[in-house]
């Protein structure tokens, strides 16, 4: 569920008045964000950041590693909430369902500072404190969770040399929530079935793939990556990135981050009844991702696995 930054500006100021009203702690302070949702980068941190991440030696890769540039954080369904802490900072329940995955204290009110203060995560390696979300499926009003969620970190660059860790407290979405369209058999980033036996069949609409008892329902969402160099955050929660398509960043977005992607495996087949996303249908899809990594966690990772085109475990191990 997404809304205009005038909205948004506007919920933020009646929430505010009613904390008050109510006597409630303050909370984050998120006036800044609000008027328009720009999060310039904090130069002297990133600045820093890039600079511990470019001291960094390489670790030599083992003869014979896969030269596939990717490293991963295996991730379990943490928690669901109708907050988007993205699109609805502090605005706890106005958004849809959303399951969350990662940092186990995220809602609303969640900033960078108290992802890295909250050490529990549903993600495998530790350091990795991010917060990523999906909207709830369900199957006959009954909320399908997620069996598990591998987030992958690699780079579809020419040359992935130049892939940089993401900057400390980033922020993005990819698909769009609002999109509201059919998604018959063939259609580009859809869901489908992984698994002997594959899809058999399709729902009752059309718009969703019957699985064979031996599959399981899967999506496949990939993020952007490349970056304007100057924002974790867009009004749009996208101006700030965009996707490669000629194996190089340019232009407005030259700097080259990792390519996130979410391969999301769900314990079910599906049915002619199809399902439901808490978004609509099956082609609102969409993801946040709120990173929130040990610094020097994901520029080792970054450093030995992208930018020498090797293929890592979730340990970030070759």
């Not at 919920?11 to 006597?23: F, K, N, P, S, Y």
């Not at 495998?124 to 979300?133: G, I, K, T, V």
């Not at 020419?158 to 058999?185: C, E, H, K, L, N």
Request: include cysteine.
């Amino acid at each position: 569920m997404h809304s205009s930054p005038r909205i948004r500006l506007l919920l933020a100021i009646v929430l505010a008045a009613a904390a008050t009203v109510l006597g409630a702690p303050p909370g984050p302070a998120y006036a800044a964000d609000a008027a328009d949702g720009w999060v310039p980068v904090d130069a002297a941190a990133w600045n820093a950041q890039l600079a511990e991440f470019r001291a960094l030696t390489p670790r030599p890769v083992p003869a014979n590693s896969v030269r596939v540039p990717e490293f991963n954080a295996t991730c379990a369904y943490s928690h669901s909430k109708p907050d988007d802490p993205i699109v609805f900072p502090g605005l706890p329940g106005a958004s849809h369902m959303h399951s969350f995955l990662g940092n186990t204290g995220t809602d609303a009110y969640a900033t960078t500072r108290t992802l890295l203060a909250n050490a529990g995560t549903t993600c495998r390696p530790a350091p990795d404190l991010s917060a990523y979300w999906i909207p709830t499926l369900y199957e006959n009003d009954r909320a399908i969770e997620p069996k598990d969620v591998v987030v992958y970190y690699g780079s579809r660059l020419t040359d992935s040399s130049a892939t940089v860790p993401f900057p400390q407290g980033f922020r993005m979405i990819a698909g769009d929530a609002r999109r509201q369209v059919p998604t018959p058999a063939g259609s580009v980033n859809a869901f489908y079935c992984a698994g002997p036996g594959g899809e058999v069949g399709r729902s009752a609409d059309g718009n969703w793939p019957v699985c064979a008892p031996t599959a399981v329902l899967m999506f496949h969402l990939v993020f952007q990556d490349c970056w304007d160099g100057r924002n974790l955050d867009s009004r749009t929660h996208k101006e700030h990135v965009a996707y490669s398509y000629d194996g190089t960043c340019r232009g407005a977005y030259p700097v080259a981050i990792p390519n996130l992607s979410f391969l999301i495996a769900y314990p079910t087949s599906g049915g002619p009844a199809g399902f439901r996303l808490a978004s609509g249908m099956a082609s609102s899809m969409h993801g946040d991702a709120f990173l929130a990594w040990d610094n020097r966690a994901l520029g080792e990772r970054v450093k030995n696995c992208l930018t020498q085109r090797a293929k890592c475990n979730t340990s970030g191990d070759f």
